[in-house]
Nanobody, 125 residues
Framework: QVQLVESGGGLVQAGGSLRLSCAAS????????MGWFRQAPGKEREFVAA????????YGADSVKGRFTISRPNSKNMVYLQMNSLKPEDTGVYYC??????????????????WGKGTLVTVSS
């Protein structure tokens, strides 16, 4: 079993920045790609960003390109999402995700292997 724990959410004004962290643990955690999804109130969960196991490939939704950066340091069990120039429409619960196939993360929330419980990001106008 794999556990994912997010941290770093909070309240920020539009134009501000936040950094989300996700820590993965579990005896079976192997070569997983990791990523972030978000869910705004009343909307479906959507893909935000993903990074390969080796960290050499990254993917991002068009809505966050140029503003959000996903990274994975040498400690493969951690992934970060640096969010800059935040907008009110970025508000939502942000979920960390892990999957053996990075394409499965990019394709959308269905079929993702593991989820964290989420951390709330609120961007005020």
């Amino acid at each position: 079993q794999v556990q994912l724990v997010e941290s770093g959410g909070g309240l920020v004004q539009a134009g501000g920045s936040l950094r989300l962290s996700c820590a993965a643990s579990g005896r079976t955690f192997g070569s997983y790609a990791m990523g972030w999804f978000r869910q705004a109130p009343g909307k479906e969960r959507e893909f935000v960003a993903a990074i390969s196991w080796f960290g050499d490939s990254t993917y991002g939704a068009d809505s966050v390109k140029g503003r959000f950066t996903i990274s994975r340091p040498n400690s493969k069990n951690m992934v970060y999402l640096q969010m800059n120039s935040l907008k009110p429409e970025d508000t939502g619960v942000y979920y960390c995700a892990a999957d053996t196939v990075e394409g499965d993360l990019v394709a959308g929330p269905s079929g993702v292997d593991y989820w964290g419980k989420g951390t709330l990001v609120t961007v005020s106008s």
